[in-house]
C-alpha cells in the first residue's frame, strides 16, 4: 500500500507558473512509475506527464514543452513544475502510483488504469 498526497495547487493568472509536489508513503517508492493527471468540470479526466522507474519522461501533447515532471527518490517525492499556464490547464490534478510489476524500469504507463493508487487531488486555477 502507498498513500500519496499532493500539494502546490492554487489560483495563478496566465502565464504564470506552478510546482506542484505528490508526497508518497512507504519505503519502495523508486520502483513506482508516477504520474499526473487532471480532471476538468464536466470533462473526462486525461493523462498529463509520467516519470518511469528510471527517470524517463512522457507527455500529453498539450503541456510538452511547459510542463516538466520530476521525482526524488531520497524524498519520496514527484513533482510537476507547470509554466507558462493557459485557462484550459484549470483543473483538479492528480498524482497516481503504478506499483512495481515485471515490466522493464523504462515503460511509461499512460493510461490511469495502469494505476493503482490515486492522491486527493490539488486544485489549479489559471485566470485570463
Known amino acids: 500500500q502507498v498513500q500519496l498526497v499532493e500539494s502546490g495547487g492554487g489560483l495563478v493568472q496566465a502565464g504564470g507558473s506552478l510546482r506542484l509536489s505528490c508526497a508518497a508513503s512507504?519505503?519502495?517508492?523508486?520502483?513506482?512509475?508516477m504520474g499526473w493527471f487532471r480532471q476538468a468540470p464536466g470533462k473526462e479526466r486525461e493523462f498529463v506527464a509520467a516519470?518511469?522507474?528510471?527517470?524517463?519522461?512522457y507527455y500529453a501533447d498539450s503541456v510538452k514543452g511547459r510542463f516538466t515532471i520530476s521525482r526524488d527518490n531520497a524524498k519520496n517525492t514527484v513533482y510537476l513544475q507547470m509554466n507558462s499556464l493557459k485557462p484550459e490547464d484549470t483543473a483538479v490534478y492528480y498524482c497516481a502510483a503504478e506499483p512495481p510489476t515485471t515490466r522493464s524500469s523504462y515503460y511509461t504507463p499512460i493510461n490511469g488504469r495502469e494505476y493503482d493508487y490515486w492522491g486527493q487531488g490539488t486544485q489549479v486555477t489559471v485566470s485570463s
Open positions: 516519470i518511469n522507474r528510471s527517470a524517463g519522461t
Open positions: 512507504g519505503r519502495t517508492f523508486s520502483g513506482y512509475a
